[in-house]
């Protein structure tokens, strides 16, 4: 079995200021893993997504997630966001069996 | 990627009635599956979709209130039946291919 833990359910943070949303897994299979966002009244839409390679990962919108092993964690990045960034930001791990478990979600809001 | 398409977008349905969400995938994927994501929460894996075989449903869910069908690899069907207010939620489809999870816009189901 797999769970997702996001550390922070709710993120404010300035426009322009940097943040990070942090996610941490465990499970006793490989796993890939993903961020997604959800806009207001809107559905799922893939950030980005770590596969194998790389353990830095860029995504849309100037996001970035740093996948580390020992530290089971998955913590999303970006160095300036913007107001149009408030949003839900969910962290899923997906297993060979097909399914994904997801976090709690983190409210990230963005403030002028 | 695959492109996934649901049916209705929303609905208004009133208590004791039955709601049949269709999914539209536009190419063949591995597996289906239903989620559920009840207000301010995040997404809960309701039951995967079998070609041809009842649908394997997770703890908490049972065939008799949310029956499934998958006739062929791109479609699927869930009911959400003998409605209650406690089953207003976002309904989510997504098909897998290898590696990922793609997801549907979702059905925003409100229950009088």
């Known amino acids: 079995a797999q769970s997702v833990t996001q550390l922070d359910s709710q993120v404010p943070v300035f426009e322009e200021a940097p943040v990070e949303l942090r996610c941490n897994y465990s499970?006793?299979?490989?796993?890939?893993l993903f961020w997604y966002v959800q806009y207001p009244n809107q559905g799922l839409q893939l950030l980005l997504k770590?596969?194998?390679?790389?353990?830095l990962v860029k995504g849309i919108n100037g996001f970035e997630a740093e996948f580390n092993k020992s530290q089971t964690s998955f913590h999303l990045r970006k160095p300036s966001v913007h107001i149009s960034d408030t949003a839900e930001y969910f962290c899923?791990?997906?297993?060979?069996?097909?399914?994904?478990?997801f976090g709690d979600g983190t409210t990230l809001t963005v403030k002028p | 990627s695959a492109v996934i398409s649901q049916k209705p977008s929303r609905d208004i349905c009133q208590r004791g009635t039955s709601l049949t969400i269709q999914c539209q995938v536009d190419?063949?994927?591995?597996?289906m599956f239903w989620y559920r994501q009840q207000p301010g929460q995040s997404l809960t894996l309701i039951a995967t979709?079998?070609?041809?075989?009842?649908?394997?449903?997770e703890s908490g869910f049972v065939i008799d209130k949310f029956p499934i069908s998958r006739p062929n690899l791109t479609f699927s069907t869930l009911t959400v039946s003998n409605m209650s207010p406690e089953d207003s939620s976002i309904y989510l489809c997504?098909?897998?291919?290898?590696?990922?999870?793609?997801f549907g816009p979702g059905t925003r189901l409100t229950v009088l």
């Open positions: 899923a791990v997906y297993t060979n069996a097909g399914k994904s478990t």
């Open positions: 997504s098909g897998d291919r290898g590696n990922e999870q793609f």
């Open positions: 979709a079998n070609q041809g075989s009842e649908a394997t449903y």
């Open positions: 770590y596969l194998s390679g790389s353990t």
């Open positions: 499970s006793s299979v490989s796993v890939y």
């Open positions: 190419s063949q994927v591995t597996m």
